[in-house]
Protein backbone atom coordinates (compact mmCIF):
# COMPACT_ATOMS: atom_id res chain seq x y z
CA UNK A 1 0.00 0.00 0.00
CA UNK A 2 0.95 3.75 -0.27
CA UNK A 3 2.06 5.65 2.28
CA UNK A 4 0.23 8.66 3.66
CA UNK A 5 -1.02 10.43 2.23
CA UNK A 6 -1.54 8.25 -1.02
CA UNK A 7 -3.76 5.62 0.06
CA UNK A 8 -6.10 6.56 -2.59
CA UNK A 9 -3.32 4.78 -4.75
CA UNK A 10 -3.28 1.25 -6.06
CA UNK A 11 0.36 0.12 -5.39
CA UNK A 12 3.26 2.35 -4.13
CA UNK A 13 4.35 6.03 -5.66
CA UNK A 14 7.82 5.54 -7.39
CA UNK A 15 10.70 8.36 -7.18
CA UNK A 16 13.29 7.06 -10.08
CA UNK A 17 12.99 5.15 -13.10
CA UNK A 18 14.04 1.48 -14.77
CA UNK A 19 16.56 -0.05 -16.87
CA UNK A 20 16.00 -2.19 -18.96
CA UNK A 21 18.45 -5.09 -20.02
CA UNK A 22 19.12 -6.73 -23.40
CA UNK A 23 18.19 -9.84 -21.95
CA UNK A 24 14.53 -8.86 -21.38
CA UNK A 25 14.78 -7.74 -17.08
CA UNK A 26 13.59 -4.44 -15.93
CA UNK A 27 15.08 -3.29 -12.65
CA UNK A 28 13.73 -0.60 -10.50
CA UNK A 29 14.11 0.80 -7.40
CA UNK A 30 11.98 3.68 -6.67
CA UNK A 31 9.22 2.39 -4.59
CA UNK A 32 9.56 3.65 -0.79
CA UNK A 33 9.85 -0.36 0.79
CA UNK A 34 13.73 -0.75 0.51
CA UNK A 35 13.84 -3.14 -2.38
CA UNK A 36 15.18 -3.20 -5.97
CA UNK A 37 12.81 -5.43 -7.98
CA UNK A 38 13.81 -7.52 -11.08
CA UNK A 39 10.79 -7.90 -14.02
CA UNK A 40 10.69 -9.69 -16.71
CA UNK A 41 9.96 -6.64 -19.27
CA UNK A 42 7.67 -8.92 -21.42
CA UNK A 43 5.25 -10.48 -18.87
CA UNK A 44 5.91 -8.04 -16.00
CA UNK A 45 6.24 -10.78 -13.67
CA UNK A 46 8.30 -10.59 -10.42
CA UNK A 47 11.55 -12.48 -10.80
CA UNK A 48 13.79 -10.91 -7.46
CA UNK A 49 14.13 -8.87 -5.37
CA UNK A 50 17.09 -7.43 -3.44
CA UNK A 51 16.79 -5.78 -0.25
CA UNK A 52 18.58 -1.92 0.29
CA UNK A 53 19.22 -0.05 3.32
CA UNK A 54 16.75 2.36 2.60
CA UNK A 55 14.61 3.28 -0.62
CA UNK A 56 16.52 3.54 -3.48
CA UNK A 57 14.96 6.73 -6.05
CA UNK A 58 17.85 7.12 -8.41
CA UNK A 59 17.73 5.52 -11.65
CA UNK A 60 19.75 1.88 -11.81
CA UNK A 61 22.70 1.25 -13.97
CA UNK A 62 24.10 -2.13 -15.40
CA UNK A 63 27.69 -2.83 -16.43
CA UNK A 64 30.29 -5.30 -17.44
CA UNK A 65 33.84 -4.90 -17.26
CA UNK A 66 34.33 -7.32 -20.21
CA UNK A 67 32.24 -9.31 -22.61
CA UNK A 68 32.38 -12.45 -20.84
CA UNK A 69 32.32 -11.23 -17.61
CA UNK A 70 29.75 -11.22 -14.98
CA UNK A 71 27.12 -8.33 -15.11
CA UNK A 72 26.25 -5.99 -12.69
CA UNK A 73 23.28 -3.66 -11.26
CA UNK A 74 23.67 -0.96 -9.20
CA UNK A 75 21.49 1.67 -7.52
CA UNK A 76 22.41 4.63 -4.84
CA UNK A 77 20.22 4.09 -2.19
CA UNK A 78 19.60 7.58 -0.73
CA UNK A 79 16.27 7.43 0.82
CA UNK A 80 13.70 10.46 0.65
CA UNK A 81 12.32 12.64 3.87
CA UNK A 82 9.23 13.62 2.38
CA UNK A 83 8.15 9.98 1.79
CA UNK A 84 8.86 8.98 4.86
CA UNK A 85 12.04 6.86 4.14
CA UNK A 86 15.48 7.44 6.36
CA UNK A 87 18.33 9.24 4.44
CA UNK A 88 21.45 7.46 3.55
CA UNK A 89 24.26 7.37 1.35
CA UNK A 90 24.81 3.49 0.16
CA UNK A 91 25.57 2.31 -2.99
CA UNK A 92 24.93 -1.15 -3.60
CA UNK A 93 26.06 -3.47 -6.25
CA UNK A 94 24.27 -7.03 -6.65
CA UNK A 95 25.59 -9.45 -9.51
CA UNK A 96 23.47 -11.11 -11.89
CA UNK A 97 23.63 -14.70 -12.41
CA UNK A 98 25.85 -16.52 -15.43
CA UNK A 99 23.77 -16.20 -18.79
CA UNK A 100 23.30 -20.52 -19.37
Keep these: MAPFPFWFIK ?3 NLGG ?3 TASGLTFIGATTDHY ?3 FDT ?3 DELWKGRLPTSGHGLPITYQLQKDSAQYVVIAAGGHAA ?3 PPG ?3 IAF ?3 NKK
Excluded: E, W
Aim: without cysteine.
Design 89 to 91: DHL
Design 11 to 13: GSP
Design 18 to 20: PVV
Design 36 to 38: LRA
Design 83 to 85: LGT
Design 42 to 44: QTG
Design 95 to 97: KLP
